[in-house]
Nanobody, 125 residues
Framework: QVQLQESGGGSVQAGGSLRLSCATSGFTYSNTCLGWFRQAPGKEREGVASISADGSITNYAPSVKGRFTISQDDAIYTLHLQMNALQPEDTAMYYC??????????????????WGQGTQVTVSS
């Protein structure tokens, strides 16, 4: 049974930082791509970042490139998202997700099949 559990969300002021984590289990990691997504109230879920199965390739949405960093700790099967220079428009529920892949997938929600329950990030101005 595959599982994903996010943690690390919270409330920060603009310009601050947060580090999200996603504990995973039950995957065949050599064929699993992971990603971070977010959904603000009244908006569609959007991709934030994704990482290849071997961790060597990362993709970012233009709105977060240069501010956010996705990484994975293979030893403990945990995905991270380091978020710096946070802005109010980054406020959303953040989800991690997984999908079978041959190497890498772009952070497009419909490509990912397994999802965590989300962690809330709120950025105040």
């Amino acid at each position: 049974q595959v599982q994903l559990q996010e943690s690390g969300g919270g409330s920060v002021q603009a310009g601050g930082s947060l580090r999200l984590s996603c504990a995973t289990s039950g995957f065949t990691y050599s064929n699993t791509c992971l990603g971070w997504f977010r959904q603000a109230p009244g908006k569609e879920r959007e991709g934030v970042a994704s990482i290849s199965a071997d961790g060597s390739i990362t993709n970012y949405a233009p709105s977060v490139k240069g501010r956010f960093t996705i990484s994975q700790d293979d030893a403990i099967y945990t995905l991270h998202l380091q978020m710096n220079a946070l802005q109010p428009e980054d406020t959303a529920m953040y989800y991690c997700a997984a999908a079978f892949c041959l190497r890498v997938l772009p952070p497009v929600p419909k490509l990912f099949s397994d999802w965590g329950q989300g962690t809330q990030v709120t950025v105040s101005s």
